[in-house]
C-alpha cells in the first residue's frame, strides 16, 4: 500500500477520527479516504490548537492531529507546537517535508530538526517500510509520560513508496508507573501530621482523570485545595474546601492559605516558575508529585518527590493515610475559614460584578455569562492577557475538563481554537472562548472555520479598542501616536462569514444576547457576541 495509506490507516488504529490541517498535504486525502474526517482552517496556528484541545478535553485518550504544508505551511504553525510543548498537551504533528535529497540543504526548512527542541520527538520518515516503527514510537510517546507534541515528517517525495502488506501495526500500550513506596509513607506521615496542609493540583490529575481521588484526599484530612490555571475544574470550585485556582489573577484566599501553609502538597503539577502561575511561598515544605522526574527541584526545592501517575500516587497515599486516619477529619473549621475569606474578596469584587456602568464593565459580563449557562455542561477557555486574569478567578468550574486553563506562554489569539476543538470532540457541550480586541487580531479570521466546518461555538469577545493593559508601559508612544489603539467592528464581521454576530452596548442587553447566542449554537450556528467594555485595568493579585 502507498505511505500515505498506511500513515492514514496507523492513525484509524489508534482512535483518530478528525485531522486539523491546512493544504498541501496529502496525507488530507488519505485521511479522508480512510474516514477520518479533515478539518481545514485558515491558518495553521489555529488548527494546532484545534488539535490541542481535542487531547486535552479527552485526557489525552484521544491524540488531536495536525498536518501541513511542507515549508511556509510548517513554519506557520511552528508557535501552535511550541504552545503545546509549553502547557506539556499530547499532539501529533505531522507536517510535509522539502523531498529527501534537498531537506537538508538550507534555506529550505526542515521541520524534524526546526521543532525538534520543543517538541517531545521529532522524527522524518525516509524509509517507506520504517513506517511501522516510526508510528510506533511516535504514539509511545504520545500516551505515555509526560504530554507534548510529536513530530512525524513526510518528505514530499514518500507519497508513492511502498509499504510492505499486510500493515504490520498494533495499537501501541499505555501504562502507568507510581512513586517509590517508602516516599509514599513519607509523604503520608507529613499530611498526617501537618497543621495547615494545602494541595495544589495541576493538570497531570486531569490526564489521570484522578479527580475522585484528590476529592477524596481533601475530604480525608480536610484540606484546602488550590489549583494552577491548567488544573483548573480537577476539584468542584464550589466545594466547602476549595481555595479556586491560581494565575497572575487569584481569589484572595490562595495567596492567604499557601502563605499559612506548614506543608504544600503539589500533585500532576510541575511548580514551573511564571507570571501566569501561583508563586510558592518560601520556607515550606513541599512534597511534588509529578509525572516527569525532570521537574523534581527545577523551580521550587521539595522535601519530597513522588514519581508517578497523579491517580497511582492518590492511590497509594490513601491507602497509605488510611491505615491511621479511618475516616473523614471535621472540615467545619478550615471550610469556615475559607467560606469567610471568599465572602470578603467578593465584597471588594461585586461592584465591578454587577456594575450598571456603560461602557460595560468585563467583570460584569462575566459573571453575567457564569450565571446563564449551564456550567457544568459548558466548556470554557480564557485567552491571553485581560480576559484570563479576569475570568479564572471568578468562574466557579464544578466538573472536569469544564475549564482549559493555559498561561505559561500566553499566545494571544489560543482559545478560538481550543473552544472548536473542544466541540468537535465534545459536540454535547456549550463550548466557549473569552477574548478581547487584541486576541480576535491575531486569530479572528478562523472564525470562519467554525462557520464552515459547522462547528457552533460562542465567542466572548470584549472590545474595550484598547490594549488597555499596555497602556501604563507604552504612555509616550499611546499619546504620541495613538500606538495602544485598535479597532473593529467584529460582531458585523461574524455575520459577514455567515455566523451569527451582535454587538452589547447596555447592561441590561447582556443575559438576553447570551441567551439567544446559546439558542443559535443549538441550531448548528456559530456566535460571536461583541460587548462594548471599559479599558478596566484592575485584577485581583495577591493582597487585593
Known amino acids: 500500500m502507498k505511505l500515505g495509506t498506511a500513515i492514514a490507516e496507523i492513525m484509524k488504529r489508534e482512535g483518530i477520527e478528525i485531522l486539523c490541517g491546512y493544504p498541501v498535504n496529502h496525507l488530507i486525502e488519505h485521511a479522508a479516504k480512510a474516514e477520518i474526517r479533515p478539518v481545514m482552517v485558515r491558518q495553521e496556528r489555529v488548527g494546532v490548537h484545534m488539535a490541542d484541545a481535542i ?53 529550505n526548512f526542515n521541520s524534524s530538526e526546526a521543532m525538534k527542541p520543543f517538541s517531545k520527538s521529532s522524527e522524518p520518515i525516509i524509509l517507506a517500510a520504517e513506517v511501522t516503527n516510526i508510528f510506533r514510537r511516535a504514539f509511545t510517546k504520545l500516551k505515555n509520560g509526560r504530554g507534548g507534541p510529536v513530530v512525524v515528517e513526510i518528505p514530499a517525495d514518500m507519497w508513492n513508496e511502498e509499504v510492505p ?26 499530611l498526617v501530621n501537618a497543621k495547615r496542609p494545602v494541595i495544589y493540583a495541576g493538570q497531570g490529575v486531569h ?26 475544574s480537577s476539584f468542584p470550585e464550589t466545594h466547602p474546601l476549595s481555595l479556586g485556582s491560581g494565575g497572575l489573577a487569584v481569589p484572595r484566599a490562595v495567596p492567604k492559605f499557601l502563605a499559612e501553609a506548614d506543608v504544600i502538597f503539589g500533585i500532576g503539577c510541575s511548580f514551573t516558575e511564571t507570571s501566569f ?7 515550606k515544605i513541599i512534597i511534588h508529585s509529578t509525572l516527569d522526574p525532570n521537574h523534581l527541584n527545577k523551580d521550587v526545592e521539595a522535601k519530597i518527590g513522588l514519581v508517578g501517575d497523579a491517580g497511582l500516587v492518590l492511590d497509594a497515599l490513601l491507602e497509605e493515610i488510611g491505615k491511621t486516619v479511618t475516616a473523614d477529619r471535621d472540615a467545619s473549621a478550615v471550610a469556615a475559614e475559607i467560606a469567610a475569606s471568599h465572602r470578603e474578596w467578593l465584597a471588594k469584587w461585586m461592584p465591578k460584578l454587577t456594575s450598571n456602568d456603560a461602557p460595560l464593565s468585563p467583570y460584569r459580563v462575566l459573571w453575567d455569562l457564569q450565571h446563564t449557562v449551564d456550567v457544568e455542561n459548558t466548556i470554557i477557555t480564557h485567552d491571553a492577557g485581560s480576559p484570563r486574569d479576569q475570568l479564572s478567578p471568578f468562574w466557579k468550574a464544578v466538573t472536569p475538563l469544564s475549564y482549559l486553563g493555559w498561561g505559561k506562554t500566553t499566545q494571544l489569539g489560543y482559545g478560538l481554537g481550543l473552544a472548536m476543538g473542544a466541540k468537535l470532540a465534545r459536540p454535547d457541550k456549550l463550548c466557549i472562548n473569552v477574548w478581547g480586541d487584541a486576541a480576535i487580531g491575531f486569530t479572528g479570521m478562523d472564525f470562519e472555520t467554525a462557520v464552515r466546518e459547522r462547528i457552533p461555538i460562542i465567542s466572548i469577545l470584549l472590545n474595550n479598542f484598547s490594549m ?9 508612544s499611546t499619546e504620541k501616536y495613538r500606538s495602544t489603539d485598535i479597532s473593529g467592528d467584529y460582531a458585523a464581521m461574524a455575520r459577514a462569514f455567515g455566523g451569527y454576530g451582535e454587538r452589547v452596548t447596555r447592561p441590561e442587553d447582556i443575559i438576553p444576547a447570551i441567551k439567544r447566542g446559546i439558542q443559535k449554537t443549538r441550531e448548528g450556528v456559530p456566535v460571536l457576541l461583541e460587548f462594548i467594555t471599559s479599558k478596566e485595568t484592575e485584577v485581583s493579585r495577591p493582597g487585593t
Request: glycine residues 10%; aromatic residues 6%.
Open 55 to 107: 487531547s486535552r478535553v479527552t485526557s489525552g485518550r484521544t491524540i488531536g492531529a495536525f498536518c501541513m504544508q511542507h515549508g511556509p505551511g510548517a513554519e506557520n504553525a511552528m508557535g501552535g507546537v511550541a504552545q503545546c510543548f509549553g502547557e506539556s498537551v499530547p499532539v501529533l504533528v505531522l507536517p510535509m517535508g522539502y523531498q529527501r535529497r534537498l531537506a537538508h540543504i538550507e534555506p
Open 165 to 190: 502488506e499486510p500493515l504490520d501495526y498494533t495499537p501501541v500500550l499505555r501504562t502507568r508507573y507510581g512513586a517509590d513506596p517508602v516516599h509514599v509513607k513519607e509523604a503520608a506521615n507529613l
Open 207 to 232: 490526564y489521570a482523570q484522578a479527580w475522585p481521588q484528590l476529592k477524596r484526599l481533601a475530604e480525608r484530612l480536610s484540606i484546602p485545595v488550590t489549583t494552577s490555571l491548567g488544573g483548573k
Open 277 to 283: 502561575g501561583i508563586a510558592m511561598p518560601k520556607g
Open 468 to 476: 488597555a493593559i499596555e497602556l501604563k508601559v507604552m504612555p509616550i
